[in-house]
């Protein structure tokens, strides 16, 4: 079974349209991520929920959304779709722990491309 | 200064060879530490976490110190299979917590 599932793996879109990419979690954990990795390959972290707090990268466009209609679910509304946001988006999730967090478990990414 | 920096690579090694890559971080306040392993258009997939008394799995050997604050890995008898891009991570708990990741350092191992 699939830890962390993200839909739709490869995503080509034009300028200007607004999409979604959906991630799910079976791990029971109560935090999920995303992250966006461009093409240099540096992995940044672009928002973290759990049931307490949406914590936003502050680098992160507003064109850009979580939407978590569960615990397990943390979906990514990209709005207004501009070229640089042609990337490689990860979907992780982990379980907190006091003021710690355990490993990250990634979902197998989402490739978008803007044309 | 980045939050988190790890050497440049790319390393070129021989089967067999030892390599070592090490990583620093800027906030005292880090608290746990990973290394993460990612392959060509795969997910990073976690490697080991790292502890204060130091850790090994394996040909896999890690160490912190957190008075220096810097975080290294030795990989020993290197197989072609562990060629990937080793990336560094720290979680800090600052009022908010915070995972951060370093731009990772790129291995090579050539028969």
């Known amino acids: 079974d699939t830890a962390v599932s993200q839909t739709p793996k490869y995503l080509v879109t034009q300028m200007g349209n607004d999409k979604s990419i959906k991630c799910e979690q079976n791990?029971?954990?109560?935090?999920m991520y995303w992250y966006k990795q461009d093409s240099k390959k540096f992995l940044k972290i672009m928002f973290s929920?759990?049931?307490?707090?949406?914590?936003i990268n502050e680098t992160v466009p507003n064109r850009f959304s979580p939407k978590s209609p569960d615990k397990a679910h943390l979906n990514l509304h990209i709005n207004s779709l501009e070229l640089g946001d042609s990337a490689v988006y990860f979907c992780?999730?982990?379980?907190?722990?006091?003021?710690?967090?355990?490993?990250?478990?990634f979902g197998p990414g989402t490739r978008l491309t803007v044309t | 200064r980045k939050e988190v920096e790890q050497d440049p690579g790319p390393f070129n090694v021989p089967e067999g060879a030892t390599v070592a890559f090490n990583c620093t971080y800027s906030?005292?306040?880090?608290?746990?530490f990973f290394w993460y392993r990612q392959d060509c258009r795969k997910e990073p997939k976690l490697l080991m976490s790292v502890y204060s008394s130091g850790n090994e799995d394996g040909r896999f050997t890690a160490q912190l110190n957190r008075a220096s604050q810097y975080i290294s890995l030795l990989i020993r008898d290197s197989k072609l299979s562990d060629s990937a891009t080793y990336l560094c991570v720290v979680n800090l708990y600052t009022g908010g917590f915070k995972t951060i990741f370093g731009a990772g350092t790129r291995l090579f191992v050539k028969a």
């Open positions: 992780a999730s982990s379980q907190e722990h006091a003021e710690s967090h355990y490993e990250q478990y």
């Open positions: 929920y759990n049931n307490k707090e949406l914590i």
């Open positions: 906030n005292s306040a880090s608290q746990s």
């Open positions: 791990l029971g954990h109560d935090t």
